[in-house]
């Protein structure tokens, strides 16, 4: 199911929608961000360039509409506990970090958003926003249910659980992302709320954050 917004005019069809996300996040994996132009998409796609214009207005603008194809933006996550969301999230993020149109595009994606930070803008409004703005979500109704005090500062938290499992992607080098890492992120939000609940369904990550540790210490 296609994430593009809708616009007023002429009617577009979902399935060349479809097409320009699926031509885009191959040929990321394949080639990465940098070599990605209109041309190679519309190709791959088998479609047009008005059909592309149509919907997009650069290729970076392409970039939240596949990741919301692909991963969504989380807003269905409500398992009824607060410790049991946030492994949801984490568990959705690791797909996501670990996607090869993730992984293949970041640097060439980031170099251009840093050349033209106006192009980084559809990213955030449409992705990153959302999914940014689900977090104070899930700790407001963690609150309501008596988990938490306060809901306390939503955006740090949205920053606990991402930027660790970011850094892992964008800085050649650095161990996997793996279940280590997101008990650790997720124990740091817990802490950062004053959550003082149950943990236990933490446990099967904590068991891979020991066997990391035993292995680094033989």
Avoid: C
Avoid at 43 to 68: D, I, M, S, W
Avoid at 132 to 156: C, F, K, M, N
Avoid at 168 to 193: C, E, K, N
């Amino acid at each position: 199911m296609s994430h593009i917004m809708v616009t007023a005019g002429r009617p577009r069809k979902s399935s060349i929608d479809d097409a320009i996300l699926l031509a885009t996040a191959e040929l990321i994996s394949e080639r990465g961000y940098a070599r990605l132009t209109v041309g190679a998409i519309i190709e791959r796609a088998g479609t047009n360039k008005p059909a592309f214009y149509r919907r997009f207005q650069n290729v970076a603008e392409v970039v939240p509409h596949v990741l919301a194809y692909r991963h969504g933006v989380d807003t269905d996550i409500d398992t009824g506990s607060l410790v049991d969301d946030l492994i949801e999230v984490q568990r959705r993020q690791k797909s996501l970090f670990t996607d090869p149109v993730v992984t293949r595009g970041i640097a060439g994606w980031l170099a251009e958003v840093e050349a033209d930070p106006e192009l980084g803008r559809p990213f955030f409004e449409h992705y990153l926003g959302p999914r940014r703005a689900y977090t104070r979500v899930i700790l407001e109704r963690a609150a309501y249910r008596g988990e938490i005090t306060q809901v306390g500062d939503s955006a740090w938290i949205a920053d606990l659980l991402t930027g660790p499992l970011l850094m892992r992607v964008a800085f050649p080098g650095m161990p996997p992302i793996d279940g280590a890492l997101l008990a650790l992120t997720i124990h740091s939000a817990l802490d950062s709320l004053g959550y003082s609940g149950d943990r236990l369904p933490l446990s099967s990550l904590d068991r891979a954050q020991e066997r990391r540790i035993a292995g680094d210490s033989l």
